[in-house]
């Protein structure tokens, strides 16, 4: 039963998307309907700009790190409710009821989690998921690194093969919601963060040229 509950009030708290409030808030739209059609920091940032994009990372981390810190501080032994609560805020952030089960990716809320269970491996992955993002301009691939490398790094801790698992469904939900970024990126389709700004920064030169 405390695991259902955990993961309930965890999913709850994941079911908060400050992506979708911002876009409204600030520009009378819904960001899954502009652009990626993703309600996250990536899709925030390329269309409101970095400030709130950075205000909206923030929050999705917190939505992952609150609920599992929380956790993991009450029940300090059992790491299998640690992920518990970590998958319920994570799946709230992509598949929120109220929000027609339309949410975002899941990547920073995943972080968060991270940073509540190990966080010297997620301050590894965090330098290493800005080193790849800066590499390629992607963070479609520097999240494949993430979503990869954790199973693997949870399970060479000696995480019990639950929470390895748990984390594990995670990937696999985020390869399948990154899979049209793959296939872009394989076919030379895919617009890269910094080259989205740039074409943006073009576009509005010319307006005032004109």
Request: charged share 15%; net charge positive; glycine share 8%.
């Amino acid at each position: 039963m405390i695991y259902a509950l955990l993961f309930l009030a965890s999913y709850l708290v994941g079911h908060i998307n400050p992506a979708i409030l911002v876009s409204r808030w600030r520009r009378g739209i819904d960001i899954r309907e502009i652009n990626s059609k993703n309600a996250g920091t990536s899709n925030v940032t390329m269309t409101i700009g970095y400030r709130w994009g950075i205000f909206v990372l923030l929050m999705d981390i917190l939505k992952g790190l609150v609920p599992a810190l929380i956790v993991r501080l009450v029940y300090p032994e059992n790491d299998i409710l640690w992920f518990v609560s970590g998958l319920g805020a994570i799946l709230g952030h992509i598949y929120p009821v109220l929000y027609q089960f339309k949410g975002g990716k899941g990547t920073a809320t995943f972080g968060g989690v991270l940073f509540a269970t190990v966080p010297l491996y997620a301050v590894g992955l965090l330098l290493l998921f800005a080193l790849v993002l800066y590499l390629t301009d992607y963070i479609a691939l520097s999240t494949l690194v993430a979503i990869v490398l954790t199973p693997i790094v949870l399970y060479l801790m000696g995480f019990h093969w639950i929470s390895v698992l748990l984390m594990l469904v995670f990937s696999f939900i985020s390869f399948s919601k990154h899979f049209e970024n793959y296939r872009r990126i394989w076919n030379k389709e895919e617009v890269g963060l910094r080259k989205f700004h740039r074409n943006k920064d073009q576009i509005r030169v010319e307006k005032n040229t004109q």
